[in-house]
């Protein structure tokens, strides 16, 4: 049984702060909505590590945005849509597509540098399922820490936002059906209450729920997990993306190998050489996400590998360090020079498309609390993401909250609110332990490929590690895996109930896509649920 709050508290003996707008996260989502709020209201920005510390650092391919006069809105929603497989809100990959240049202008306003040509301008890239060069990059394949040193600057900089970092959000506080407000562990693990008109969460991905991911320590589904025990709706968590090329290498991560690395011309290869995605989709290296992931696994399978290769040894190496800096230089660390050598690649979890449902404004089904970036479902990506569109999704929806933010009524007067949890007990329980078998768990039976068997096998032993929620968590470690815990049984219990293929969701004893009766959502709440969402604005 998943609680309400995780701690015990006495809001009125709580030491107490107050702000207009409360932002949990700093990636790209957290700190553009910051700075946009930032100039009509003040703003806290709770930091669980320090401002350089976020998925976003870690993104490599770049930012989609209409910039070209060959390209249109119109081309970059098809392109969206099909990537999402009937799923995606037509109405939110509008907003995205033609909200989307005006956002990337103000970017580049806050001071992000992107790559340019020798004539001065902006270079373009192509990733997969993209039909036209409309990927704006940074550093070669840096573009997330060039985005995040920009925006982090720029926050800095603002006299009305104030940075917590190393603080960590453990709940967001309700009174009816609305927020107001967060409780904060501070470093020293002491809480206090931040009282806000709004609150946003910018928390990042849930890339942690799994062994191998491209994601760094600090994407533990905390949003999904706080805006849960909330009441606020959470939709569309099945359709979980593995990006198909990790580097999969002995002593190394699992470090992103960029799809613009493909998008520049490499192609996969099995375990005897030979190329491969030609029979299994027309785009070849350019399919979606899942499409590629689910091929490199079959392949894998029939030669009993645990990997492929990667080549761009066919490109010059002038421009294969030009263009991938990043990478190249990760590569020759562990001995492998991408100029010369093809480079072992397996699939890993990089991105989850569902999240805290939003309307158009970011806000959630709580009001007064909104989901912005990976966190938020907003209906942009439907069951599979189209590469880049997740930082574009950031700053339009970030616009959007801010703007919606501004409009906010005064919050009322809270009442009195004590948490006592008299059964519970410290938490004792090796939670490092605990977490690597919940990865270890959501590896193995909701991975790439799934079946009724394994699902059903890993939602009875994840319900029975619930029980730790009847442990009082001390370290952020243990906040952190009571979210990953309630995120992997919403994940699970979607991908059982869901009885078809499609997008990020493969089932092997349902390998169709089933738009008769499964074009529609699953959404889950902890006071209504499972519900079954319509798709009417769903658009293929």
């Given at each position: 049984?998943?609680?309400r709050?995780?701690?015990?508290?006495d809001?009125?003996a709580?030491?107490q702060?107050?702000?207009k707008?409360?932002?949990?996260?700093?990636?790209?989502?957290?700190?553009?909505?910051?700075l946009q709020?930032?100039?009509y209201?003040?703003?806290?920005?709770?930091?669980?590590?320090?401002?350089?510390?976020?998925?976003?650092?870690?993104?490599?391919?770049?930012?989609?945005?209409?910039?070209?006069?060959?390209?249109?809105?119109?081309?970059?929603?098809?392109?969206?849509?099909?990537?999402?497989?009937?799923?995606?809100?037509?109405?939110?990959?509008e907003?995205?597509?033609?909200?989307?240049?005006?956002?990337?202008?103000?970017?580049?306003?806050?001071?992000?540098?992107?790559?340019?040509?020798?004539?001065?301008q902006?270079?373009?890239?192509?990733?997969?399922?993209?039909?036209?060069?409309?990927?704006?990059?940074?550093n070669?394949?840096?573009?997330?820490?060039?985005?995040?040193?920009?925006?982090?600057?720029?926050?800095?900089?603002?006299?009305?936002?104030?940075?917590?970092?190393?603080?960590?959000?453990?709940?967001?506080?309700?009174?009816?059906?609305?927020?107001?407000?967060?409780?904060?562990?501070?470093?020293?693990g002491?809480?206090?209450?931040?009282?806000?008109?709004?609150?946003?969460?910018?928390?990042?991905?849930a890339?942690?729920?799994?062994?191998?991911?491209?994601?760094?320590?600090?994407?533990t589904?905390?949003?999904?997990?706080?805006?849960?025990?909330?009441?606020?709706?959470?939709?569309?968590?099945?359709?979980?993306q593995?990006?198909?090329?990790?580097?999969?290498?002995?002593?190394?991560?699992?470090?992103l190998?960029?799809?613009?690395?493909?998008?520049?011309?490499?192609?996969?290869?099995?375990?005897?050489?030979e190329?491969?995605?030609?029979?299994?989709?027309?785009?070849?290296?350019?399919?979606?996400?899942?499409?590629?992931?689910?091929?490199?696994?079959?392949?894998m399978?029939?030669?009993?590998?645990?990997?492929?290769?990667?080549?761009?040894?066919?490109?010059?190496?002038?421009?294969i360090?030009?263009?991938?800096?990043?990478?190249?230089?990760?590569?020759?660390?562990?001995?492998?020079?991408?100029?010369?050598?093809?480079?072992?690649?397996?699939?890993?979890?990089?991105?989850?498309?569902?999240?805290?449902?939003?309307?158009?404004?970011?806000?959630?089904s709580t009001k007064?609390?909104?989901?912005?970036?990976?966190?938020?479902?907003?209906?942009?990506?439907?069951?599979?993401?189209?590469?880049?569109?997740?930082?574009?999704e950031?700053?339009?929806?970030?616009?959007?909250?801010?703007?919606r933010?501004?409009?906010?009524?005064?919050?009322?007067?809270?009442?009195?609110?004590?948490?006592?949890?008299?059964?519970?007990?410290?938490?004792?329980?090796g939670?490092?332990?605990?977490?690597?078998?919940?990865?270890?768990?959501?590896?193995?039976?909701?991975?790439?490929?799934?079946?009724?068997k394994?699902?059903q096998k890993?939602?009875?032993?994840?319900?029975r590690?619930?029980e730790?929620?009847?442990e009082?968590p001390v370290?952020?470690?243990?906040?952190?895996?009571?979210?990953?815990?309630?995120?992997?049984?919403?994940?699970?219990?979607?991908a059982?109930?869901?009885e078809?293929?499609?997008?990020?969701?493969?089932?092997?004893?349902?390998?169709e896509?089933?738009?008769?009766?499964?074009?529609?959502?699953?959404?889950?709440?902890?006071?209504?649920?499972?519900?079954?969402?319509?798709?009417?604005n769903?658009?293929?």
């Amino acid at each position: 049984m998943i609680p309400r709050y995780i701690v015990d508290f006495d809001l009125r003996a709580l030491p107490q702060k107050k702000t207009k707008v409360a932002i949990i996260g700093a990636g790209i989502a957290g700190l553009y909505t910051a700075l946009q709020a930032s100039e009509y209201a003040d703003v806290v920005l709770i930091s669980k590590k320090g401002l350089d510390d976020s998925n976003t650092r870690w993104a490599q391919g770049g930012i989609a945005a209409v910039t070209a006069k060959s390209d249109s809105p119109a081309l970059h929603r098809q392109d969206t849509l099909i990537a999402g497989a009937g799923l995606c809100s037509y109405d939110a990959v509008e907003v995205l597509v033609n909200e989307g240049p005006d956002r990337l202008k103000e970017l580049i306003a806050y001071g992000t540098e992107f790559d340019k040509d020798e004539t001065g301008q902006y270079e373009l890239t192509q990733e997969g399922a993209h039909s036209k060069r409309r990927i704006l990059h940074a550093n070669g394949d840096a573009t997330g820490a060039e985005i995040v040193r920009a925006l982090s600057a720029r926050v800095l900089e603002q006299p009305n936002i104030t940075v917590l970092e190393n603080h960590f959000a453990i709940d967001v506080v309700t009174q009816g059906d609305e927020c107001v407000g967060v409780i904060v562990r501070q470093p020293d693990g002491e809480i206090f209450f931040l009282e806000a008109d709004a609150t946003v969460l910018a928390t990042g991905g849930a890339g942690q729920l799994y062994r191998y991911t491209t994601n760094p320590e600090i994407a533990t589904a905390d949003g999904i997990g706080i805006a849960y025990r909330a009441g606020a709706r959470i939709k569309d968590v099945e359709f979980i993306q593995f990006h198909p090329t990790a580097l999969y290498y002995p002593g190394a991560p699992r470090f992103l190998i960029s799809e613009a690395v493909r998008g520049e011309g490499a192609i996969l290869r099995n375990s005897n050489g030979e190329r491969f995605m030609d029979k299994y989709h027309p785009q070849k290296e350019l399919a979606p996400r899942d499409v590629v992931a689910r091929a490199i696994v079959s392949e894998m399978e029939k030669a009993n590998s645990t990997h492929v290769f990667l080549d761009i040894t066919h490109e010059s190496a002038d421009k294969i360090k030009h263009r991938f800096p990043t990478i190249y230089q990760f590569c020759l660390q562990y001995g492998l020079d991408m100029v010369t050598d093809w480079i072992p690649v397996a699939p890993a979890c990089h991105y989850i498309m569902g999240g805290v449902e939003t309307d158009l404004h970011g806000e959630t089904s709580t009001k007064r609390l909104f989901a912005c970036g990976e966190a938020s479902c907003t209906g942009v990506h439907g069951a599979n993401r189209l590469a880049s569109n997740s930082l574009s999704e950031a700053v339009v929806f970030g616009h959007r909250i801010a703007e919606r933010i501004r409009q906010l009524p005064a919050l009322p007067v809270i009442e009195p609110l004590v948490v006592t949890s008299p059964q519970r007990q410290l938490c004792t329980a090796g939670t490092r332990e605990q977490r690597v078998k919940l990865q270890k768990l959501m590896l193995r039976y909701v991975g790439v490929k799934r079946d009724e068997k394994g699902l059903q096998k890993a939602l009875e032993e994840l319900e029975r590690m619930a029980e730790n929620y009847q442990e009082i968590p001390v370290e952020q470690e243990d906040f952190e895996y009571l979210n990953l815990l309630s995120a992997a049984v919403l994940t699970t219990r979607a991908a059982l109930l869901r009885e078809e293929s499609r997008g990020g969701h493969y089932r092997n004893d349902f390998p169709e896509k089933d738009d008769l009766i499964w074009r529609k959502h699953l959404v889950q709440s902890i006071r209504g649920g499972v519900e079954e969402e319509s798709g009417k604005n769903n658009v293929e």
